[in-house]
């Protein structure tokens, strides 16, 4: 039931581009992004309700495809600042109360 | 300031002894949750509460036992049924289940040996 991230780490040079990824085999309501940096708790970075909807934090943007149960989250131009493990988190129905259930993480790293 | 505190930070117990963590929020906030993070890995949730005197198991609940009492508290005991307890256990909260962003407190690193 947790969703599969890839890639599992990512290497990028400041001022490049990257893709993380979100797959869930189940159907989702919700698909939520934090980034934890190390040692620190994980914060909110986005939710995306609708499918196909596009948020944006800083130069941080994310897509949410319902249809085949996919979320992805776009670094772009990446500042050193965005360093850090990125979890996806995907909401499904419950009777006891929707839940989110989160990915393994997809550690970045931006160097200078 | 609003938020989520935890203690203590670092803590240290032998095994076979039970240990309670402490999570207190102010942000008038209706749901709670504890997860768990082990090295490398996400985070796994062991239980929840969207109310006041009740609470959830989540994916991975045995061993652990919590309370909601009052609102702004989730205590969680790490009882000695819990077979690896040592790891990063973060608390958090919500105005409700699902579709809110979840604050998180900034966790506590439990050691047993």
């Known amino acids: 039931q947790q969703p599969v991230q890839s890639p599992q780490a990512v290497i990028l040079r400041e001022g490049e581009d990257a893709v993380i990824n979100c797959s869930s085999s189940?159907?989702?309501?919700?698909v939520h992004w934090y980034r934890q940096k190390h040692g620190e708790a994980p914060v909110f970075l986005m939710i995306?309700?609708?499918?196909?909807e596009q948020k944006g934090h800083e130069k941080i943007s994310a897509s949410f495809n319902e249809k085949k149960q996919q979320s992805s989250l776009y670094l772009t131009a990446s500042q050193l600042s965005y360093s850090g493990t990125y979890f996806c988190?995907?909401?499904?129905?419950?009777?006891?109360?929707?839940?989110?259930?989160f990915g393994g993480g997809t550690r970045v790293l931006v160097k200078p | 300031d609003g938020g989520i505190t935890q203690s203590p930070k670092y803590l240290f117990r032998k095994e076979g002894q039970n240990v309670t963590l402490s999570c207190e929020q102010n942000l008038n906030h209706d749901a709670m949750y504890w997860y768990r993070q082990d090295p490398g890995q996400g985070l796994r949730l062991i239980y929840y509460?969207?109310?006041?005197?009740?609470?959830q198991k989540g994916d991975i609940a045995e061993g652990y036992s919590v309370s909601r009492e009052k609102k702004e508290s989730f205590p969680l005991t790490v009882t000695s049924a819990q077979k690896n307890p040592t790891a990063f256990y973060l608390c958090?909260?919500?105005?409700?289940?699902?579709?809110?962003?979840?604050?998180f407190g900034p966790g506590t690193r439990l050691t047993v040996t």
């Open positions: 988190g995907t909401e499904r129905v419950e009777a006891a109360g929707n839940k989110l259930t």
């Open positions: 509460s969207q109310i006041v005197n009740d609470f």
């Open positions: 958090a909260s919500s105005m409700g289940l699902g579709s809110y962003e979840q604050y």
């Open positions: 995306l309700l609708k499918g196909g």
């Open positions: 189940k159907a989702l309501y919700s």
